[in-house]
T-cell receptor, first 115, second 114 residues
Framework: NAGVTQTPKFQVLKTGQSMTLQCAQD?????MSWYRQDPGMGLRLIHY???????DQGEVPNGYNVSRSTTEDFPLRLLSAAPSQTSVYFC??????????????FGEGSRLTVL | GENVGLHLPTLSVQEGDNSIINCAYS??????FIWYKQESGKGPQFIID?????DKRQGQRVTVLLNKTVKHLSLQIAATQPGDSAVYFC?????????????FGTGTRLTIIP
């Protein structure tokens, strides 16, 4: 199993450009999410999805769009990049709902720099 | 707003000793807490979780303690090893499901001294 795969690993954008960060998981997880990680601020939730066709906003959704057309993929779109979006982005997935474990599986991260 | 925070940003421990990483939370309605480990250049990795109806849970070399009275969470790592060097995050769930809306603390960097 590849787990959670993010592409690209590194990206440099100019202010105003748009791009899509890709995320795919091969574990048949219902739940997927995007976080951003900034120095000294931990991880903050951008958007999440509890199943195909269902998305919702997290703590910091402005400037980002998501869609969930399949169970496997959850792309994150930056509509018009701003320097404030310079960050490391993590995609994560898990089986939905509680149970004995709520393990969230993270990808390796995508480092984005906006000039 | 309510958030999860940590008492200490850095912690250095001699190899073989036990370590304790602390976390304070302020949302009394939170009912699910998780600890994650993040090694340099990698994504966070699940360590252990605990629900609010428990006050202690043990894993392999790790123990999580939950004190709801003072809203405090701790992670104990026994017999630390060099591979334990990483940043550790506590997180609480703000949603209806286990992982729906996790709020992470800022992290504690644990360094194991050989």
């Amino acid at each position: 199993n590849a787990g959670v795969t993010q592409t690209p690993k590194f990206q440099v954008l100019k202010t105003g450009q748009s791009m899509t960060l890709q995320c795919a998981q091969d574990m048949n997880h219902e739940y997927m999410s995007w976080y951003r990680q900034d120095p000294g601020m931990g991880l903050r939730l951008i958007h999440y999805s509890v199943g195909a066709g269902i998305t919702d906003q997290g703590e910091v959704p402005n400037g980002y769009n998501v869609s969930r057309s399949t169970t496997e993929d959850f792309p994150l779109r930056l509509l018009s990049a701003a320097p404030s979006q310079t960050s490391v982005y993590f995609c994560a997935s898990s089986w939905q709902s509680g149970g004995d474990t709520g393990e969230l599986f993270f990808g390796e991260g995508s480092r984005l720099t906006v000039l | 707003g309510e958030n999860v925070g940590l008492h200490l940003p850095t912690l250095s421990v001699q190899e073989g000793d036990n370590s304790i990483i602390n976390c304070a939370y302020s949302n009394s309605a939170s009912d699910y807490f998780i600890w994650y480990k993040q090694e340099s250049g990698k994504g966070p990795q699940f360590i252990i979780d605990i629900r609010s109806n428990m006050d202690k849970r043990q894993g392999q070399r790790v123990t999580v303690l939950l004190n709801k009275t003072v809203k405090h969470l701790s992670l104990q790592i026994a017999a630390t090893q060099p591979g334990d060097s990483a940043v550790y995050f506590c997180a609480e769930n703000m949603g209806s499901f286990g992982n729906e809306k996790l709020t992470f603390g800022t992290g504690t960097r644990l360094t194991i001294i050989p």
